[in-house]
């Protein structure tokens, strides 16, 4: 089952932060977080196990909150290549599997 | 390094018709291979998971007769996709992972394949 997303779509200036939720009904294994901008192939940016770690990418962390089916993205001082459209990726066992939410649109403007 | 290529990038062909999406692994085994679908501005929806030397394993509602999967070697999958129709339009993207490795769950993406049919 899909995990869900929000926001749907973002819009900041440069130098601020958002965040990105992903939520799931079932019981995770680990989180995967991807970015894609258009016409390209998803990046990945960081994966997540269950135990409530959280990660960094640049300026990009995430946790996990795996007793809520939870994680969130962050996004702190934004940059313009920051702009893409951010998936998450849920597995609910070790092998491998992936279900994507429908994505977060972020745009980053000057 | 954990780079996938896919070929075609683009191809546009007649109703009928069968085409066939190479994605390779360039620098890594890839002892799982996953073929997804994306509609414009959707998710990605995943298709099949295919082990190399193994069938493919496909998700509900997909035909497996229609989206022919193979994973002959550790570092190269295909799809072809049979009689190709107008409704087989889409975005079609492969990634890899090493089940062998300690990074195991991480999927290392192609760019994708767009298919237009005619």
């Known amino acids: 089952q899909q995990p869900v997303q929000s926001p749907q779509a973002v819009i900041l200036r440069e130098g601020e932060d958002a965040v990105i939720n992903c939520s799931s009904s079932k019981a995770l294994y680990s989180v995967h977080w991807y970015r894609q901008k258009h016409g390209e192939a998803p990046v990945f940016l960081m994966i997540l196990l269950k135990g409530g770690e959280q990660k960094g990418h640049e300026k990009i962390s995430a946790s996990f909150n795996e007793k809520k089916q939870q994680s969130s993205l962050y996004l702190t001082a934004s940059q313009l290549s920051y702009s893409g459209t951010y998936f998450c990726?849920?597995?609910?066992?070790?092998?491998?599997?992936?279900?994507f939410g429908a994505g977060t649109q972020v745009v980053v403007t000057p | 390094g954990a780079v996938v290529s896919q070929h075609p990038s683009r191809v546009i062909c007649k109703s009928g018709t069968s085409v066939k999406i190479e994605c390779r692994s360039l620098?890594?085994?890839?002892?799982?291979m996953f073929w997804y679908r994306q509609f414009p501005k959707q998710s990605l929806m995943l298709m099949a998971t295919?082990?190399?030397?193994?069938?493919?394993?496909?998700e509900q509602g997909v035909e497996k007769d229609k989206f022919l999967i193979n994973h002959a070697s550790l570092t190269l999958s295909t799809l072809t996709v049979t009689s190709a129709h107008p409704e087989d339009s889409s975005f079609y993207i492969c990634s890899a992972s090493d089940r062998s490795s300690p990074l195991k769950n991480i999927q290392y993406f192609g760019a994708g394949t767009r298919l237009s049919v005619l």
């Open positions: 990726g849920t597995e609910t066992d070790s092998w491998g599997k992936l279900q």
């Open positions: 620098d890594f085994q890839a002892t799982t």
């Open positions: 295919s082990n190399e030397g193994s069938k493919a394993t496909y």
